[in-house]
């Protein structure tokens, strides 16, 4: 049995030969087919070189477990999800490494409403049957189709929001060269036909595989720089970036200033709430106070969860809530099955810009001034449980409120801080925020000393 590195906690995600190749897909897809006995699954995969012969390897493991499939093509994540609840199928694959180097791939795997598979709902399963290769051969073999899910996926997005209330605005697109391309253009045509008074301005907008102008991942600070310069260029009103797999997305202002994750969360309350009040909105335990002030602003009620998309999807499901937010960019919405989409965050974003007739900065500057942050800081440290129990202890005296959700948060009244280790790597994960009309201390001041701690 040959032990497989490519499982992750939420995912599959492993580099390209060793670590992933076409035979582990086939296992993936044979494994899949075995354990859940689908009777039909829809599969789609990024632009990566690697990702269509991945793809086909575990179709060709799926109609051998019996499954008939349904190849949407190249897509995102999300259409993945939408098909999978979308479609009278029982379950769905996408082909992506998102965010990863160049020579990475992965997958992500749903089984029926689009319902996630983890390492605690049957992931493990699949890994021990893919590396077992205990396969049981089957009578009739499952057949392949291809369908095209984008015109239906197009009608669902364009559901948030009231094309009679969109006022004229000028976005920035940037797709980098990952899958968003094809959405883009597909909106643009639909608003065009709506006359909707939108203009978009597209850039690395063809899918390429390459990834010539980098790996679309636009959380790190120098991938920001052509949305920005883009921005100010065109005097957009906003602007809009993906990553490869554009299930996060990454809004600017119209000063071309990046808008931290945690308060795009009290935005999209805010789009939510202003709608229906007494609405029910998630959040991680990162960041919060800015979150709690928006949603008891507009009269709905906040609900706190642990980080991560399995956790989040499953306390929206346990209180109906309308709407999920995590401070990385993911956005989780319960009219999409409670899956996360990279396109709903920003449909909403311009219904906001458009009802409150603001501009995005003013709308977030008020949020950024109130509750300063600094934003989430990574820390390699050898031993991630000891140095949380540094830090708590370093502190206890001060006699915090402590929450223990997910790693430890340590709320002080005037100033607070979460402290937890990562799921998927060797760090530590920092976030502070304060609360600006009772501190006069600068933010950089507990950065520092929580660093000293760490490194010390």
């Not at 049957?122 to 984008?150: H, M, P, R, W």
């Not at 009802?355 to 820390?379: D, H, R, W, Y």
Request: hydrophobic share 40%; proline share 4%.
């Amino acid at each position: 049995m040959t032990q497989l590195t490519c499982f992750k906690a939420y995912d599959i995600r492993g580099k390209l030969g060793t670590e992933l190749n076409e035979e582990i897909a086939y296992n993936i897809g044979r494994a899949y087919g075995q354990i859940y006995q689908p009777k039909t699954i829809v599969i789609g995969c990024d632009i990566r070189l690697s990702s269509e012969d991945l793809k086909q390897a575990a179709i060709k493991g799926l109609n051998d477990a019996g499954v008939n499939v349904l190849d949407l093509g190249m897509t995102g994540t999300e259409e993945v999800y939408f098909g999978a609840f979308h479609l009278d199928v029982q379950g769905g694959i996408e082909v992506t490494a998102s965010h990863n180097p160049m020579d990475y791939n992965g997958m992500k795997l749903v089984h029926e409403n689009a319902r996630p598979i983890s390492a605690d709902t049957g992931l493990k399963e699949i890994q021990a049957l893919a590396e077992s290769g205990e396969f049981v051969d089957v009578v009739t073999k499952g057949t392949t189709g291809k369908y095209n899910i984008l015109p239906e996926f197009i009608e669902h997005l364009m559901t948030y929001i009231d094309p009679a209330k969109i006022r004229p605005l000028k976005l920035v697109m940037n797709a980098g060269n990952g899958a968003a391309g094809h959405v883009v253009d597909a909106i643009e045509a639909k608003f065009k036909q709506q006359n909707i008074p939108v203009e978009l301005i597209k850039i690395h907008n063809e899918a390429d595989g390459t990834f010539p102008n980098g790996i679309p991942n636009p959380i790190l600070v120098e991938n920001r720089e052509s949305t920005r310069h883009a921005v100010l260029q065109h005097g957009a009103d906003m602007g809009i970036a993906w990553d490869g797999d554009f299930d996060r997305c990454f809004l600017f202002d119209e000063k071309g200033q990046f808008i931290e994750g945690y308060y795009i969360v009290g935005l999209l309350a805010q789009a939510f709430l202003l709608k229906q009040s007494g609405e029910k909105i998630v959040h991680d335990p990162r960041l919060v106070w800015n979150t709690f002030n928006i949603v008891e602003k507009y009269q709905g009620e906040a609900i706190q969860s642990k980080s991560g998309h399995s956790f989040i999807k499953e306390k929206m499901r346990e209180h109906n809530a309308v709407y999920g937010g995590e401070m990385s960019a993911h956005h989780y919405f319960r009219d999409f099955a409670y899956c996360d989409s990279g396109m709903i965050p920003w449909l909403l974003a311009i219904s906001v810009l458009s009802e409150t007739q603001q501009t995005l900065s003013s709308l977030v500057e008020g949020m950024i001034a109130k509750f300063p942050c600094s934003g989430e800081i990574n820390f390699k440290v050898a031993d991630t449980q000891l140095t949380i129990q540094k830090i708590f202890d370093y502190y206890t005296e001060q006699k915090p409120a402590i929450d223990h959700t997910d790693g430890v948060s340590l709320d002080f009244g005037a100033w607070r801080f979460n402290v937890r280790a990562s799921n998927t790597e060797p760090l530590l994960r920092l976030n502070i925020e304060s609360r600006a009309d009772q501190n006069p201390k600068p933010m950089q001041d507990y950065v520092d000393e929580l660093t000293t701690l760490i490194q010390g």
